[in-house]
């Protein structure tokens, strides 16, 4: 499988002239944009779960191979917090069903005062079937002093770690517990803000290369979406990676260096 390199959601009014041409009307965004990444992370379940007609839309509307990511919902992750979690992830995965074999992985997004509860971790993670898979991004950081715990209930599931990039560095530990990865990267350090700098991406890229074959299936995503910085930084990640020798997936052509 390549690296798929893609950027957290796809309707950004201000990616007018930057990844959807002029006149390009926002009803056939998702066309555009599957037409220029391979990969996208869905963030809409996380404020309103979609239908299951919502999903088979977007499936029809991207070609064979797309790849999206779906970040669960706020109920799940931030009210509930992994509590009681057998009819939520039911209901999700019953929708789920309408994006077929579009679906990528499962992303929960842990609340950053949500501590460590290992115990509700391992009960949400069974209620997923082996062939979902579920990335943790977890915000506390009781949850790296229980190291030796998280890692174990993550790898019993086959969970990734969802390493994570603020500010143009690490704020995760950089465990791999699953055959597979996942990174977001949520603003750089550079200028303009929130890009990201060609040494940041460099090093993201020879991370990844570190911790997993070029076989291995690594899902990135910019969440950086302000004035298009995610689209230009996919773009220049893709071209980095690339040149470590990993086979990565499909990304706009830009004139940047």
Known sequence: MPLLVG?????????????????TPQRLWLEEYARNFATVESNNAFYRLPTTENFASWRERTPEGFVMAVKASRYLTHVKRLHDPESPVRLLLERLQGL???LGPVLLQLPPNFRADVGALDACLRC???????AVEFRHTSWWDAEREVRAVLREHGSALCWADRGSRPVTPLWRTASWGYLRLHGG????????GRQALASWARRIADAWPDKADVHVYFNNDIGGAAVADASHFARLAAARGRTVSRTPRTTET
């Open 189 to 196: 350090g550079a200028a303009p803000p929130p890009r990201y």
């Open 128 to 134: 997923f079937p082996d062939a979902v898979r579920v």
């Open 100 to 102: 077929g074999d579009r």
């Open 7 to 23: 950027t957290s959601g796809w309707q950004y009014k201000d990616w007018r002239g930057v990844l959807y041409p002029a006149g």
